[in-house]
Nanobody, 123 residues
Framework: QVQLVESGGGMVQAGGSLRLSCAAS????????MAWFRQAPGKEREFVAA????????YYADSVKGRFIISIDNHKNTVYLQMNSLKPEDTAVYYC????????????????WGQGTQVTVSS
């Protein structure tokens, strides 16, 4: 019912910035929460940030607070993750996710996932 496609990943030096986009298609709901997760090799998928489809309230992992900004343009059906002051520890595949009514910071809280986009931060 919902298809998510991430883009905008790439390679950047430490201290640089990237902006990820998540284009949503199919049926979307104003009550849905949208989120970004990331997964590095050998590690579990980790919550990054979440936002309501309708905008407004946001929620961030402590590791990215003050550096990353999640936003949404629901007329364009696109969720963004602006990543600033990037660190090598941010290197991961970044995934967009869509879920239900309840805020969640675990993968099982979300029903739909994109294929991911690679972000590599060099020292």
């Amino acid at each position: 019912q919902v298809q998510l496609v991430e883009s905008g990943g790439g390679m950047v030096q430490a201290g640089g910035s990237l902006r990820l986009s998540c284009a949503a298609s199919g049926r979307t709901f104003s009550s849905y929460r949208m989120a970004w997760f990331r997964q590095a090799p050998g590690k579990e998928r980790e919550f990054v940030a979440a936002i309501r489809w309708s905008g407004g309230s946001t929620y961030y992992a402590d590791s990215v607070k003050g550096r990353f900004i999640i936003s949404i343009d629901n007329h364009k059906n696109t969720v963004y993750l602006q990543m600033n002051s990037l660190k090598p520890e941010d290197t991961a595949v970044y995934y967009c996710a869509a879920g239900g009514l309840i805020w969640s910071n675990v993968p099982n809280g979300y029903d739909y996932w994109g294929q991911g986009t690679q972000v590599t931060v060099s020292s």
